[in-house]
């Protein structure tokens, strides 16, 4: 067992039968839990990545092979740019022009736009728990308020490039973050500690179902390639490619699967953390959430072992 984990099981301890006047215990409990999630999330979210970087290059590879050289047709948002065609030469095809709006797939500077809205919306949650950590502790609030406004400023760029649910949810969260935090600021206690938490908290809950809800899709995404070379006529897969693809296939399965429960852990450790604070930090709320952050934390980590499996191949 770590050494923080044992600060936070005598911190625990010494608090039995009192009333603590802001539950810092709590919400460090659920903001490790989050970091647990996020750093098991990233290499998931590295492969959606480049799974939604090639699909979005053949996509623009197939529109341009489809249009005509003298192609006068009107800009769509399925087909932004129309006048651009495939030039052909001894065996090699190029497109004959730049599409500006292909260039976020065709660009390694950043994520796609849904992987960066998926990423964008764990971030949303983090700034969340780190806002209340923030206050917990009792941190200059002017460093909270610098962090929500830092928050805002980055989820609202990509509000409107993400999928309408995530987006909904993440400008829902933004907006509710600002206000209640100015109260907090202008009079910095346990109640109005309380009142961010329980303000907050639904639309933090949101974000989290709109990623869950997005599990499919994402799913989708990153078996693409592999489903396309099962069902290939043209080239059928042998036997042990087949294989292969299938374990690949199943092994995604797996990955995306523990990444819909770890967020449903987490959701639940939300609800108890509002429920902490009416519970005014007593200590079977205090293990409750002790109990449930290990578990996601062991959660976690045993996903760690199988995904590094998965990009080994094994």
Same mark, same amino acid.
């Given at each position: 067992?770590?050494?923080?984990?044992?600060?936070?099981?005598?911190?625990?301890?010494?608090?039995?039968?009192?009333?603590?006047?802001?539950?810092?215990?709590?919400?460090?409990? @659920? &903001?490790? !839990?989050?970091?647990? #999630?996020?750093? =098991?999330?990233? %290499?998931? *979210? +590295?492969?959606?990545?480049?799974?939604?970087?090639?699909?979005?290059?053949?996509?623009?590879?197939?529109?341009?092979?489809?249009?005509?050289?003298?192609?006068?047709?009107?800009?769509?948002?399925?087909?932004?740019?129309?006048?651009?065609?495939?030039?052909?030469?001894?065996?090699?095809?190029?497109?004959?022009?730049?599409?500006?709006?292909?260039?976020?797939?065709?660009?390694?500077?950043?994520?796609?736009?849904?992987?960066?809205?998926?990423?964008?919306?764990?971030?949303?949650?983090?700034?969340?728990?780190?806002?209340?950590?923030?206050?917990?502790?009792?941190?200059?609030?002017?460093?909270?308020?610098?962090?929500?406004?830092?928050?805002?400023?980055?989820?609202?760029?990509?509000?409107?490039?993400?999928?309408?649910? @995530? &987006?909904? !949810?993440?400008?829902? #969260?933004?907006? =509710?973050?600002? %206000?209640? *935090? +100015?109260?907090?600021?202008?009079?910095?206690?346990?109640?109005?500690?309380?009142?961010?938490?329980?303000?907050?908290?639904?639309?933090?809950?949101?974000?989290?179902?709109?990623?869950?809800?997005?599990?499919?899709?994402?799913?989708?995404?990153?078996?693409?390639?592999?489903?396309?070379?099962?069902?290939?006529?043209?080239?059928?897969?042998?036997?042990?490619?087949?294989?292969?693809?299938?374990?690949?296939?199943?092994?995604?399965?797996?990955?995306?699967?523990?990444?819909?429960?770890?967020?449903?852990?987490?959701?639940?450790?939300?609800?108890?953390?509002?429920?902490?604070?009416?519970?005014?930090?007593?200590?079977?709320?205090?293990?409750?959430?002790?109990?449930?952050?290990?578990?996601?934390?062991?959660?976690?980590?045993?996903?760690?072992?199988?995904?590094?499996?998965?990009?080994?191949?094994?």
């Amino acid at each position: 067992m770590s050494s923080y984990r044992i600060a936070l099981i005598v911190l625990v301890l010494a608090c039995g039968g009192c009333a603590t006047t802001v539950p810092l215990p709590q919400v460090q409990l @659920v &903001g490790k !839990a989050f970091q647990d #999630l996020n750093s =098991a999330s990233a %290499p998931l *979210l +590295d492969d959606l990545s480049i799974a939604e970087r090639a699909r979005g290059i053949k996509n623009a590879d197939t529109l341009a092979r489809l249009h005509p050289a003298d192609n006068a047709a009107q800009p769509t948002p399925l087909d932004p740019c129309p006048k651009i065609s495939q030039v052909k030469a001894e065996g090699v095809a190029v497109q004959n022009g730049f599409c500006i709006e292909h260039s976020q797939y065709y660009s390694e500077l950043t994520d796609p736009p849904a992987t960066a809205a998926f990423r964008s919306a764990l971030a949303a949650v983090e700034g969340y728990t780190n806002v209340l950590l923030i206050l917990a502790e009792g941190r200059n609030l002017e460093a909270a308020q610098a962090q929500v406004q830092g928050l805002v400023a980055n989820v609202g760029s990509l509000v409107d490039i993400a999928k309408p649910g @995530v &987006g909904t !949810a993440l400008a829902g #969260l933004s907006a =509710a973050l600002k %206000p209640v *935090l +100015d109260i907090a600021a202008k009079s910095a206690n346990s109640k109005e500690l309380a009142r961010i938490v329980k303000t907050g908290a639904p639309d933090a809950q949101r974000v989290i179902k709109e990623l869950r809800d997005a599990a499919p899709e994402m799913f989708t995404t990153l078996t693409e390639r592999s489903l396309s070379t099962l069902n290939s006529l043209k080239a059928p897969p042998s036997a042990e490619t087949a294989k292969a693809e299938a374990a690949r296939i199943n092994a995604y399965r797996v990955a995306v699967s523990n990444y819909v429960v770890l967020l449903g852990q987490y959701q639940q450790l939300l609800d108890q953390l509002v429920d902490s604070y009416d519970s005014e930090g007593k200590v079977i709320t205090l293990n409750g959430l002790l109990q449930r952050s290990t578990e996601l934390s062991a959660q976690a980590d045993a996903w760690r072992r199988t995904y590094s499996a998965l990009r080994m191949g094994l």
